[in-house]
């Protein structure tokens, strides 16, 4: 019959920790003797070393061959987005309806406006975008001549409006039958909305129903133009004080005073038939006045 192992008391046990501690008879610390401790601290210096390098340098390789100014990849869009202020987006319609006779409901509408077109005030465009740019032209800028390592945006002044700048009139006309809405196309880096230089994109607008109750439209800029010398844009950080050209779009109303209507950015690279997407190129919305 074997005979139960004999119980160990606290102190043998530290004995027997400070004997692997330090061995007085092998001259080793913890098991292992000077020389082995050596070696392995070299190896593990070593090995953390080189593992530090490959690190810094996959990290250095990475920050060599990504651009601070744009994206290397991203959603890689062929066609900008469209939309329309005063921007009363609903779950599935865009519905801009206002009450005449209800100064507080127009006021709205128009304070909408005055806040979206705040950035485009002549005096804040004179100031951080003085760079004068050559109308009717692709703007390319292969430099970062502008200031703070930037590259120069060309200024869009509220002015240029005209009749829907808000300058004249505050109430954008949502005070009567002649509202005005604004029109801005979505930004895509290095994106030319023309294969021709000569042929600019511009906005038009069509009357899906109610043909009745529009008796006319105007554009300004003349001719709903958005300029070539606003493309292509760079990026956010290497154009700062970039701002989106627009088209104000008003819109004289009759009889029922109500309307589906449909603006398109109309360019030879702008598609507006995308079933998965219905604001690529185009935006539908209804337009409603009430007394």
């Known amino acids: 019959m074997a005979t139960l192992k004999e119980k160990r008391t606290c102190g043998q046990r530290c004995e027997d920790f400070g004997h692997f501690v330090w061995n007085s008879e092998n001259g080793t610390f913890m098991g292992r003797t000077p020389k082995k401790w050596v070696y392995i601290s070299l190896y593990y210096v070593a090995f953390y070393v080189i593992m530090t390098g490959l690190f810094s340098l996959a990290i250095w390789v990475l920050m060599y061959t990504l651009s601070p100014y744009s994206p290397d ?142 008796a006319k439209i105007e554009y300004f800029p003349d001719h709903g133009i958005m300029d070539l010398s606003y493309f292509p844009y760079y990026g956010n950080l290497a154009q700062p004080t970039y701002v989106n050209p627009l088209v104000a779009v008003r819109f004289s109303l009759v009889g029922e005073k109500q309307a589906k209507i449909q603006c398109r950015v109309v360019s030879d690279k702008i598609s507006y038939e995308n079933i998965h997407d219905p604001y690529e190129g185009k935006v539908i919305f209804y337009l409603k006045a009430v007394k």
């Not at 100064?103 to 077109?117: C, G, Y």
């Not at 869009?156 to 039958?177: H, M, R, V, W």
């Open 73 to 214: 990849y991203h959603d890689r869009l062929q066609s900008p987005g469209v939309m329309v202020w005063p921007n009363t987006y609903g779950e599935e319609d865009v519905e801009i309806s206002y009450n005449m006779s209800d100064k507080a409901n127009w006021m709205k509408m128009s304070h909408i406006l005055h806040e979206f077109l705040e950035p485009y005030n002549d005096t804040k465009q004179l100031e951080c975008n003085s760079y004068n740019c050559t109308k009717g032209k692709y703007f390319f800028q292969n430099t970062f001549s502008a200031p703070h390592h930037t590259k120069w945006a060309c200024p869009f002044k509220q002015s240029i409006l005209g009749a829907c700048s808000g300058i004249e009139d505050p109430t954008f006309g949502y005070n009567c039958t002649m509202p005005c809405v604004i029109i801005k196309m979505n930004r895509i880096i290095n994106f030319l909305p023309s294969n021709h230089t000569d042929l600019p994109p511009y906005v038009n607008c069509t009357i899906l129903d109610g043909q009745d109750s529009v």
